[in-house]
């Protein structure tokens, strides 16, 4: 037996095997290498006929610790568990070894639907595949990961039950989908923008002059009329009126002249 296990695995094995007697419980064994991996499970079990079991040991704060036993080849989605197990807002994830000793007195590689035997108090619900219910017989360890037993689906249904793990039936393979998210709400159409006036076309509707201009300013837009603004821009009118303001602004900042004292 190996050293790291709770317990003496020859007393594991013939713990199992005294219940299987008191209840009738019909079974074949074979003993192999220890096995710690699915793969490694399928080889060692190649000489029963018998779907073999993997056993995932999850649990959750509110929800509490659930083993679910599966068909080897089923796949297992955790985040379906929750609807699978009806236990909303749940958020499942694997057990560690400690909570998995204190709880099944078995150590990770030999989890089994059989260590609720172990599981007096009852913190542990048991859940099986309902792929399994269809095999001839599930292999599943007796407590200890270097040997498998063969039983009839009924008779692991009626083990669990005498101690007091009636297990839940469930179907993985109807693993709810994913919701789809919902469609993005449609755009309202956006709001035509209105045309602003377009200043060459004013300009150009009065012969290109600017509106309220009087015959001393430059009657003319560039955009307007370009040969009649030019034309303005460039003649002496123009200058003149520009010297005319100068002078006017220069008078206004000098002091008034005053004679000799």
Request: glycine share 8%.
């Amino acid at each position: 037996p190996a050293a790291t296990e709770p317990r003496s695995a020859i007393m594991a094995e013939a713990k199992v095997k005294a219940a299987f007697s008191e209840l009738g419980i019909a079974f074949e064994a074979a003993s192999h290498e220890p096995v710690t991996t699915v793969e490694a499970g399928l080889a060692a079990v190649g000489g029963l006929d018998c779907v073999f079991a993997k056993n995932l040991f999850v649990k959750d704060k509110k929800a509490g610790c659930f083993l679910l036993t599966v068909a080897h080849d089923t796949a297992v989605n955790m985040k379906s568990l929750p609807a699978l197990l009806k236990t909303p807002g749940a958020a499942f994830r694997f057990a560690d070894e400690k909570t998995l000793t204190e709880k099944l007195d078995v150590v990770q590689g030999a989890v089994t639907p059989l260590a609720v035997i172990n599981d007096g108090g009852g913190a542990v619900k048991l859940v099986l595949d309902a792929k399994l219910q269809g095999a001839k017989k599930v292999g599943v360890h007796p407590l200890r990961n270097d040997m498998t037993v063969a039983v009839a689906p009924a008779d692991l249904v009626k083990f669990a039950t005498h101690f007091k793990h009636e297990p839940a039936v469930v179907d993985f393979g109807a693993a709810p989908a994913a919701a789809a998210a919902p469609p993005a709400a449609a755009k309202a159409p956006k709001a035509e923008k209105k045309p602003k006036p377009a200043a060459k076309e004013a300009a150009a509707a009065d012969g290109g002059k600017k509106a309220g201009a009087d015959k001393k300013g430059l009657e003319y837009t560039k955009e307007g009329n370009f040969a009649k603004w030019y034309e303005l821009r460039n003649s002496g009118a123009i200058l003149a009126q520009f010297w005319r303001n100068s002078a006017q602004f220069s008078d206004a900042r000098l002091p008034p002249a005053t004679g000799p004292s």
